[in-house]
């Protein structure tokens, strides 16, 4: 699985609303660098994130961006999909509406259990976990495996 750059910035930005004082609205540039992302890149990012209702925009002087709803209710799921859509695809295409014959037939069985795995993980973290850094145990566990942390 590959995790784009709009992905990664999308919940980096959310994880730094999380640690603002809740309802402030935090202005672009401040986010940005908070996490060292190109300002205009991240402008753009937010209003992904802004369409798929994980923040909210406030106008005016002291406006900004800010979560929509408790960082405890938004997934990293949530931020990923806002941004970047489906979390797995197959030649952009969900899996379920694939089929496959003969010596591949299961071939969409894999690719099925690849977007449980993945939402094993995206949708148990939130958003509130990331920015405490206490992340669920199941997932905590997976980095326990000897081969979680080797680049095969």
Do not use: H
Request: proline share 6%; with cysteine; hydrophobic share 45%.
């Amino acid at each position: 699985m590959r995790v784009s750059a709009k992905a990664d910035y999308a919940v980096r930005a959310c994880a730094e609303l999380a640690v603002s004082a809740p309802g402030e609205a935090i202005a672009v540039d401040t986010l940005a660098a908070g996490q060292g992302l190109p300002t205009s890149f991240l402008e753009r990012i937010l209003g992904d994130l802004r369409r798929g209702g994980v923040v909210a925009s406030v106008r005016g002087r002291s406006g900004g961006y800010r979560l929509a709803r408790p960082a405890e209710e938004i997934t990293l799921a949530d931020v990923m999909r806002a941004v970047e859509g489906p979390l797995v695809t197959v030649r952009d295409e969900r899996p379920p509406s694939l089929s496959y014959e003969g010596s591949a037939a299961a071939l969409l069985d894999v690719w099925v259990a690849l977007r449980v795995s993945v939402r094993d993980v995206l949708d148990e973290v939130t958003i509130a976990q990331l920015a405490q850094g206490t992340l669920p145990t199941p997932v905590t566990a997976m980095l326990q495996r000897a081969d979680a942390w080797e680049n095969p």
